[in-house]
C-alpha cells in the first residue's frame, strides 16, 4: 500500500473509531479532553504506532464488561508513549495497568526480518538495543502525561519476568517486534487471561511474527490451547484475539 493510501485509511478508521468514543464517553467535554491529552503525548513523546491502534485498544478497555475482573497488561512500552495513553484509558475504566519491558531495548536476537506485509523493509529494525526506553525516562513521561498511579512496572527480559507473574488479564497489549519476545508473551500470558479477555498485537504486519500467530504446534505444545481464532491475521497489522469463554 502506498504511503497515502496508508494515511487516507489510518483517517477513515479514526474516524469511524471516534464515533464508538461518543458511544462510550458521553460527555463532549471530557471526550475532548482525552483526544487532547493523547494528542499532548504524541507531540512530546516518540511513538512508534499509529493513533487508531492505541484507540482500538482503548476502546476495548472502555467497553470491557464491569463486572469482570483482571488487568490490563502492556507488553514493550519503549519511551512509554504508548504506556500513557492506555494508563488514561485504563483508569477511567478502574482497573490496573501492568508494563513489561526489559527497559533496555530489544534483546539480542538473530531473526531475520525483511519486509513487512505492508512492503515498508524492515530488516535490521529489530537489533539488540533498539526501542530503548529507561525505566527512568518511562516513569516520568507516564507521571506527565498519564495516569501512573495506576500503572506498575515490570523491569527484565519477558522470560525472566513472566513466567512468575500471575494476576488475572483482562485485556492484553503485545508490541514487541520479534517473533521470539511473541511467543514469550503468548506462552506465559495467554493463559491467565480471563474466558472474554481480548487480546491485541500490533505485530502483525511482521511476518515472522504472524507465523508464530498461525502455529497450530505452538499453541498446542507450548501454551497448551487450541490455537484461537485471530481477527485479521496475515491482512493487518492489528490483529486481535477473543479467547473463548469456556
Ligand atoms: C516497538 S517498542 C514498543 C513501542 C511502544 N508500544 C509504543 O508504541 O510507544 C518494543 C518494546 O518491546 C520491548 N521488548 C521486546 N522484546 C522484549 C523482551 N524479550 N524482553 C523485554 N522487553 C522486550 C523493547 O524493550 C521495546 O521497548
Not at 497515502?4 to 464508538?20: A, D, H
Request: charged share 30%.
Amino acid at each position: 500500500m502506498t504511503r497515502v493510501k496508508e494515511t487516507l485509511s489510518e483517517l477513515l478508521l479514526l474516524s469511524k473509531l471516534q464515533v464508538r468514543l461518543a458511544s462510550l464517553v458521553a460527555s463532549n467535554s471530557q471526550r475532548q479532553m482525552l483526544i487532547k491529552r493523547l494528542r499532548m503525548i504524541s507531540k512530546h513523546v516518540p511513538c512508534p504506532h499509529n493513533e487508531s491502534e492505541i484507540l482500538s485498544f482503548g476502546l476495548e478497555i472502555l467497553s470491557f464488561p464491569k463486572d469482570k475482573e483482571g488487568c490490563v497488561v502492556e507488553a514493550g512500552s519503549y519511551k512509554g508513549g504508548s504506556t500513557a495513553k492506555f494508563s488514561i484509558f485504563t483508569k477511567l475504566a478502574n482497573k490496573k495497568l501492568i508494563v513489561f519491558d526489559s527497559f533496555e531495548g530489544l534483546p539480542e536476537n538473530v531473526e531475520n526480518h525483511d519486509k513487512s506485509i505492508l512492503g515498508h523493509s524492515i530488516r535490521e529494525l529489530f537489533v539488540g538495543g533498539e526501542f530503548c526506553g529507561s525505566l527512568e525516562e518511562v516513569k516520568n513521561n507516564v507521571r506527565r502525561y498519564g495516569e501512573f498511579d495506576v500503572c506498575t512496572f515490570i523491569k527484565g527480559w519477558f522470560e525472566d519476568t513472566m513466567p512468575a507473574f500471575s494476576m488475572k488479564i483482562a485485556l492484553l497489549y503485545l508490541d514487541v517486534d520479534l517473533a521470539s519476545s511473541t511467543k514469550t508473551c503468548l506462552k506465559f500470558l495467554y493463559p491467565l487471561i480471563i474466558p472474554g479477555g481480548v487480546i491485541y498485537s500490533q505485530d502483525g504486519d511482521i511476518p515472522l511474527v504472524i507465523e508464530v500467530f498461525d502455529d497450530d504446534e505452538f499453541w498446542e505444545k507450548e501454551v497448551g490451547l487450541r490455537k484461537p481464532s485471530i481477527e485479521g491475521l496475515g491482512k493487518k497489522k492489528l490483529i486481535r484475539i477473543v479467547k473463548d469463554t469456556e
